[in-house]
């Protein structure tokens, strides 16, 4: 019961909690004395008591066990049978100047997300942000974990989609989350994809002046991206993640089992990003996506395990070196390689849903090579090579993707718009081949619409 005791408890070892109900504990302490405890009152009243107290600590065991009336010898070959298949969720850390954290990887995490949680929270009460959607596949087993550690929580529940990503949304959520007393040490959990991690994160920023904060991303996408580094914001009519914070989870947990429950597009909307991540510094990353993309997309767990530690294991690096994208050169900014053409993409379909954000950024990525190639950066042979790649998945590519077709002109509009404009010039991330990426502002517009016409839009 003590915490300190539990502490070096899950830094050293693996913890096992032997469950048992009250009337089993009751039959074997019958007739033994010796027992302080059990000497302050009726042995099954004392239980009951004890058992309200202690149950919601022991919860915080790695492994539960429940036992009944099986022998001694029983009860250690079960012990031995679920240590041999026990597995830690493998843990990426994140290290930052003033703030650190743990992103959890594995299966059925949510399940275990009051076990998991419970030493970080400041105080043993929370309220979940979460969508319609999400709640009916995931929310009951998130409560049932809460509810067995003692965990106190309120449920807010919004519309899927970025339309829950405004500033009506956000005051409606607020209204709501105030209407239920808060503490300043009350946490908010974001259950979903990256609209509700963005949404819940810029409520956990703002609300009282900033709340504790989890991630438990329920989508490739957010596991692998936005779920990890503190971005959070919601969209104005100006443009997307023009309102934001920068607000550091505690915790992030990222339950792979959750990702069995999407669609194919979905999951390809995810891995865009990942791909992403190994054209920007990591052409071993790039070169494990060839190998195994397509596993990934076929939903096999191990590979998906993978592909999301090494994509957030990436950007963790990359934020641990520039959290809020301030270095004046690379940093932080190179983790919006094809977001420049993505958000125009995304803000000409007006976020109704035809484009993914993922999917806008595997075309971006495209774009961005295509125009680093024209400009004498990086090698045709890369270009090629990663048309290849995303092309054998079936992921989109170029414009010949959509039915209709675009105006280079008003794309060019649309990214003028975006809050990484600076001097009145367009920030793009560029590539002077896999694994070899750079900012710059110095790229013409007349450069950027030529090479939007030539891949199929109209002037």
Not at 251 to 259: E, I, M, P
Request: with cysteine; charged share 25%.
């Amino acid at each position: 019961m003590d915490v300190q005791t539990r502490r070096l408890v899950r830094r050293h070892a693996v913890s096992i909690w032997l469950r048992a109900p009250v009337h089993v504990l009751v039959k074997r302490v019958a007739g033994r004395p010796g027992r302080p405890l059990l000497a302050q009152g009726r042995p099954d009243e004392v239980l009951e008591r004890l058992v309200g107290l202690r149950y919601p600590v022991y919860a915080e065991a790695d492994i539960i066990i429940d036992c009944g009336d099986e022998t001694v010898e029983q009860g250690v070959q079960r012990v031995r049978e679920v240590l041999a298949e026990y597995r830690r969720p493998e843990t990426v850390h994140v290290s930052l100047s003033h703030h650190s954290y743990d992103v959890l990887i594995g299966p059925d995490l949510i399940s275990r997300a009051g076990a998991l949680l419970a030493p970080h929270l400041p105080q043993k009460r929370v309220v979940v942000i979460t969508d319609k959607t999400v709640a009916e596949l995931h929310l009951p087993r998130l409560l049932a974990s809460f509810e067995e550690t003692g965990i106190r929580a309120d449920v807010i529940s919004v519309s899927g989609g970025e339309e829950s990503k405004s500033l009506a949304c956000y005051g409606d959520v607020m209204n709501r989350l105030l209407s239920t007393g808060i503490e300043r040490k009350t946490t908010i959990v974001a259950l979903g994809g990256g609209v509700v991690g963005d949404l819940a994160g810029f409520v956990a920023a703002t609300a009282l002046r900033g709340l504790p904060f989890v991630q438990i991303p329920t989508t490739l996408l957010s596991q692998v991206d936005s779920s990890v580094g503190g971005k959070t914001g919601i969209n104005a009519a100006a443009g997307k993640n023009l309102i934001g914070a920068f607000h550091q989870p505690v915790a992030v947990l990222a339950d792979t089992s959750a990702l069995a429950t999407l669609p194919r597009r979905q999951r390809i909307a995810g891995y865009a990003e990942i791909v992403k991540s190994g054209l920007i510094a990591d052409p071993d990353l790039f070169a494990w996506c060839e190998n195994y993309g397509q596993n990934v997309l076929e939903g096999d767990p191990a590979s998906l395990a993978e592909a999301v530690r090494r994509a957030c294991a990436f950007k963790a690096a990359v934020v641990a070196a520039d959290e809020k994208e301030q270095a004046s050169v690379g940093g932080r900014a190179l983790l919006n390689l094809g977001h420049t053409f993505g958000h125009a993409l995304e803000a000409e379909l007006e976020y109704d849903g035809r484009l993914l954000h993922g999917e806008a950024v595997s075309i971006g990525i495209h774009l961005a090579m295509a125009l680093s190639v024209e400009l004498g950066y990086a090698p045709v042979e890369d270009l090629h090579r990663l048309d290849r790649h995303l092309r054998s998945l079936d992921m989109p590519v170029s414009f010949d993707w959509f039915r209709d077709s675009f105006s280079a002109e008003i794309l060019l509009h649309h990214m003028t718009r975006d809050k990484k404009m600076q001097d009145g010039k367009v920030a793009f991330v560029l590539l002077r081949g896999i694994g070899k990426a750079f900012s710059t502002r110095e790229i013409p517009a007349e450069t950027v619409r030529n090479l939007l016409v030539s891949e199929g839009c109209r002037p």
